[in-house]
């Protein structure tokens, strides 16, 4: 795990997918723990997929008083995935990707994003949306990927830090809770397997 300067991240700008008000990320941290999940883009079949998933935690995290928040690197395709109602948490677009930068969550070149989509991790996770009827599209950034920051209250530590290697990567709904020393009912999905007509989605 990379170190990550909350002070210097705490910084940067994200802007509300529900209210369009800027805040810094961390505001979103000041008065709770949050789970921060960075999208590679909204209209990502496989990340609609891991946003419905991470949302199974959303009542365990609630009741436990943490937030829980979805980023997304462009406003290209908020709103479907808002309509769509993938994840239950709140939705921020980090407009200059600074965040994505700071945590190192990298951008694939043209050359490297078709071997990445083509992967077994990718391949498993789109069958998995498939599976559950979630569709993606080709619109936006297609070579950034995310990840996820899970932060304690005020911003005293990060309690886990992950970086998606291939587009398919995800954080297992356990470790999440076990990162907050929650506990949680909730059950994983079949992850969807990803194509090359589905990874680059």
């Known amino acids: 795990m990379a170190n990550v ?6 910084k940067n700008v994200l802007k509300s997918g529900e209210t369009g008000e800027s805040v810094e990320l961390q505001s979103l941290w000041q008065d709770q723990p949050v789970v921060l999940f960075f999208l590679r883009r909204f209209g990502c079949q496989v990340c609609r997929w891991m946003a419905t998933e991470i949302s199974k935690l959303e009542p365990d995290l609630g009741a436990s008083g943490v937030a829980l928040v979805g980023v997304g690197p462009e406003e290209f395709g908020l709103k479907e995935f808002m309509e769509g109602g993938f994840f239950k948490g709140s939705i921020y677009v980090d407009e200059q990707k600074k965040s994505y930068k700071d945590l190192g969550f990298k951008r694939y070149t043209a050359l490297s994003v078709v071997p990445a989509a083509l992967g077994k ?8 949306a498939n599976a559950e009827g979630i569709k993606g599209n080709f619109s936006g950034d297609l070579l950034q990927s995310g990840g996820m920051l899970i ?6 530590k990060v309690l886990l830090h992950f970086i998606q290697d291939s587009p398919g990567d995800h954080v297992p709904l356990e470790d ?6 929650i506990s949680s009912k909730a059950k994983a999905g079949q992850m969807p397997v ?6 680059t989605r």
């Not at 300067?5 to 705490?10: I, P």
């Not at 932060?151 to 005293?156: D, F, L, P, T």
């Not at 999440?176 to 020393?181: C, G, H, N, P, T």
């Not at 990803?194 to 990874?199: M, Y």
């Open 151 to 156: 932060v304690s209250k005020g911003g005293e």
């Open 176 to 181: 999440i809770s076990k990162a907050l020393d």
């Open 194 to 199: 990803c194509n090359d007509s589905v990874c």
């Open 5 to 10: 300067d909350l002070v210097q991240l705490g």
């Open 121 to 128: 991790k990718v391949r498993d996770a789109a069958s998995k």
